[in-house]
């Protein structure tokens, strides 16, 4: 079984988790979800310097902002 890393940045992690576990059921491959808050999404850069890097070159399928311009 092939394997799939996807990176999600969200407010609703618990609906998002829940989301992915049902369309992983219908897949033929693994899906290695890393599913953080956007304020989650800021501790891999001091922890894991090389995981944050490789997020940031990932490739972005989907990207909504919902930011308000100051």
């Known amino acids: 079984?092939?394997?799939s890393d996807l990176f999600i940045e969200?407010?609703?992690t618990k609906t998002v988790a829940e989301t992915v576990?049902?369309?992983q059921a219908g897949l033929d491959r693994e899906i290695s979800?890393?599913?953080l808050t956007?304020?989650?999404f800021r501790s891999p850069?001091?922890?894991d310097p090389a995981l944050y890097g490789r997020i940031l070159?990932?490739?972005v399928l989907i990207e909504e902002c919902s930011e308000v311009p100051v």
């Open 33 to 35: 979800p890393l599913i």
């Open 10 to 12: 969200t407010s609703d």
């Open 45 to 47: 850069k001091t922890a």
């Open 1 to 3: 079984m092939e394997k």
């Open 38 to 40: 956007p304020g989650g």
């Open 21 to 23: 576990a049902g369309v």
């Open 57 to 59: 070159a990932g490739k």
